[in-house]
C-alpha cells in the first residue's frame, strides 16, 4: 500500500510531517467505474518531472497547495525538527507548508526520481 504524507506549517511556524489518511467512500462513476475513492478535488495544473540522483532542494516552502506523487526512484522529506520521510514508487505527499522554515528535499536513490506535481484549486 502507498504511503500518504502531508507537510505541513505548524502554529510554531515551522514544517511537520504526518501520516495523512485520505477519506475513501464508496463510489460509481458516470461511465461505470466503482469501487473506492476519495471527493474530487479541483487542480490547476499537473506536470511530470524528472529529479536526477543527488538533487538537492535546500529549505524551501511549497509554492502552492500541491499532490506530488512518486513514479519511480526515492525522495527523502526533510523538516527543521530533523524528521525525514521517504516517498518512493507510489507514494502521495500533499505539501501544504507554504510558508515559515520549509523543507528539504533530496533524491536518495542512484535512478531518477519521476514525480508527478498536481497544483490543487484554492
Given at each position: 500500500?502507498?504511503?500518504?504524507?502531508?507537510?505541513?506549517?505548524?502554529?510554531?511556524?515551522?514544517?511537520?510531517?504526518?501520516?495523512?489518511?485520505?477519506?475513501?467512500?464508496?463510489?460509481?462513476?458516470?461511465?461505470?467505474?466503482?469501487?473506492?475513492?476519495?471527493?474530487?478535488?479541483?487542480?490547476?495544473?499537473?506536470?511530470?518531472?524528472?529529479?536526477?540522483?543527488?538533487?538537492?532542494?535546500?529549505?524551501?516552502?511549497?509554492?502552492?497547495?500541491?499532490?506530488?506523487?512518486?513514479?519511480s526512484?526515492?525522495?527523502?522529506?526533510?523538516?527543521?525538527?530533523?524528521?525525514?520521510?521517504?516517498?518512493?514508487?507510489?507514494?502521495?505527499?500533499?505539501?501544504?507548508?507554504?510558508?515559515?522554515?520549509?523543507?528539504i528535499?533530496?533524491?536518495?536513490?542512484?535512478?531518477?526520481?519521476?514525480?508527478?506535481?498536481?497544483a490543487?484549486?484554492?
Open positions: 500500500m502507498p504511503n500518504f504524507v502531508r507537510c505541513y506549517t505548524g502554529d510554531d511556524g515551522k514544517s511537520h510531517l504526518e501520516d495523512l489518511n485520505p477519506p475513501f467512500e464508496s463510489f460509481v462513476d458516470t461511465e461505470g467505474a466503482y469501487g473506492e475513492g476519495t471527493p474530487m478535488l479541483g487542480a490547476n495544473g499537473v506536470n511530470i518531472r524528472i529529479a536526477q540522483p543527488g538533487y538537492l532542494l535546500e529549505w524551501h516552502c511549497a509554492p502552492r497547495r500541491q499532490y506530488t506523487i512518486t513514479l526512484g526515492v525522495a527523502e522529506v526533510e523538516v527543521s525538527d530533523g524528521t525525514k520521510r521517504q516517498v518512493g514508487a507510489g507514494d502521495v505527499l500533499l505539501a501544504e507548508d507554504l510558508t515559515g522554515a520549509g523543507h528535499t533530496r533524491v536518495i536513490s542512484d535512478e531518477p526520481r519521476y514525480y508527478m506535481v498536481v490543487l484549486a484554492d
